[in-house]
């Protein structure tokens, strides 16, 4: 069975750092592209980063998503966080928002960007 487990939202001021993770159970993350997704009240989950299986990390602004094949474990590190940054932030494999590979998802973690 497929597990998802995301961790490491929280409270944060504009401006600041948060580091996410998500402990996966069920699959090998090596073999699979994987991507960190976010979704705010009323709107459709959405696409935040991707890692594909021939990277450990990746770069795109201000956020880093890495994956440390060995402990089965993806990350994403956020800097300079702003207030629209404020979700629900989750992990899957492959890059779709709408669907799961393995037809399951996490229950995510909030991450609150405010003064």
């Known amino acids: 069975q497929v597990h998802f487990v995301e961790s490491g939202g929280g409270l944060v001021q504009p401006g600041g750092s948060l580091l996410l993770s998500c402990t996966v159970s069920?699959?090998?993350?090596?073999?699979?592209?994987m991507s960190w997704f976010r979704q705010t009240p009323g709107n459709e989950r959405e696409l935040v980063q991707i890692v594909s299986r021939d990277l450990l990390s990746f770069e795109k602004g201000r956020f880093t998503a890495s994956r440390d094949n060995n402990k089965n474990t993806l990350y994403l590190q956020m800097n300079m966080l702003k207030p629209e940054d404020t979700a629900v932030y989750f992990c899957n494999a492959g890059s779709d928002p709408r669907t799961s590979v393995f037809g399951s998802w996490g229950q995510g973690t909030q991450v609150t960007v405010s003064s």
């Open positions: 069920g699959f090998n993350i090596a073999s699979y592209d």
